[in-house]
Nanobody
């Protein structure tokens, strides 16, 4: 059974940084675009960013552009989300997701596999 396991969440002050990781198993990792989504309490799950199969190109939501960076290591079956200059409004549960597509999509309903999520809390 395919598993995506996120880690690296926690509590950080505004302006700080966190690095999330998502390790995949039982998945031909390099065949999947990988994305990060987040969901705050009472809010819809929203697209944060995604990276192509090779890691050659990344896409970001406007709200995180310039602050967050997505990368992947196909040898380790792992995708990362480096989050800098964090703001209280970045507080959410962060999920990684896998989609067997060439061009990453922003619609969460297109993603086939999901992790269980990791909590990120940014204090002001």
């Amino acid at each position: 059974q395919v598993r995506l396991v996120e880690s690296g969440g926690g509590l950080v002050q505004a302006g700080g940084s966190l690095r999330l990781s998502c390790a995949a198993s039982l998945l031909t990792f390099s065949n999947y675009a990988m994305a990060w989504f987040r969901q705050a309490p009472g809010q819809e799950r929203e697209f944060v960013g995604a990276v192509t199969r090779s890691g050659g190109r990344a896409y970001y939501a406007d709200s995180v552009k310039g602050r967050f960076t997505i990368s992947r290591d196909n040898a380790k079956n792992t995708v990362y989300l480096q989050m800098n200059s964090l703001k209280p409004e970045d507080t959410a549960v962060y999920y990684c997701a896998a989609d067997r597509t060439v061009v990453p999509r922003t619609d969460r309903y297109e993603y086939e596999y999901w992790g269980q999520g990791t909590q990120v809390t940014v204090s002001s």
